[in-house]
């Protein structure tokens, strides 16, 4: 009884111990290299105040090449009306209720973002974040439909957490953060 007792008081000491042990400098580094990129990305989102993203990608991955600038989009939308477009910009505003919109500006305006058929959701965190998205114009005017619609008025709640309402409307396909 004597022996099994030492057998098991010792091997909790010795798991205590070897769990505590820390790997040699070097040692993390070593086993997953880090990218420039991945290791100022969180300097970026804490310099500016804001928590970093556990994850990054959301829905299809993006596969436009050519970045089109927000501004470009707001000042003749006519000319993207059911063209699928990459942009990026600042999330200004999240769907405080699932993630199933989001709204991203810069200086010359803002762009309304729904996520294709509520394929995907972003985190409800991700205002302050830098955001390229790839999606499908949608007329500005286009009546509201779906669980995203009329009934839940997610204009509205954009209109509110913002305080004003987008020029433009895309219906993403991806969604990636890049801080």
């Known amino acids: ?9 010792s091997f909790l000491v010795l798991t205590q111990l070897g769990c505590s042990r820390k790997e040699p400098p070097g040692a993390e580094q070593a086993a997953s290299p880090v990218t420039d990129a991945e290791r100022a990305a969180p300097m970026q989102a804490s310099a500016a105040g804001i928590a970093p993203l556990q994850k990054k990608q959301f829905g299809a991955p993006i596969t436009e090449a050519a970045t089109t600038p927000l501004p470009e989009l707001l000042q ?8 699928t477009v990459r942009t990026e910009g600042v999330v200004s505003a999240v ?27 972003v985190p409800k965190d991700a205002s302050g974040h830098r955001a390229v998205v790839q999606g499908k114009m949608v007329a500005a005017d286009a009546e509201e ?8 008025n997610c204009r509205g ?17 991806g969604v990636q953060f890049l801080d």
């Open 1 to 9: 009884m004597r022996a099994k007792l030492l057998a098991s008081v």
């Open 76 to 83: 003749d939308p006519g000319k993207f009306s059911g063209k």
């Open 95 to 121: 769907c405080r209720s699932m993630g199933c919109w989001m709204e991203i500006a810069d200086e010359s305006g803002s762009a309304h973002i729904k996520m294709a058929g509520h394929s995907f959701f």
């Open 145 to 152: 439909g779906g669980a995203c619609g009329a009934k839940d």
């Open 157 to 173: 709640e954009a209109e509110k957490q913002t305080g004003r309402i987008a020029k433009i409307e895309l219906e993403a396909t």
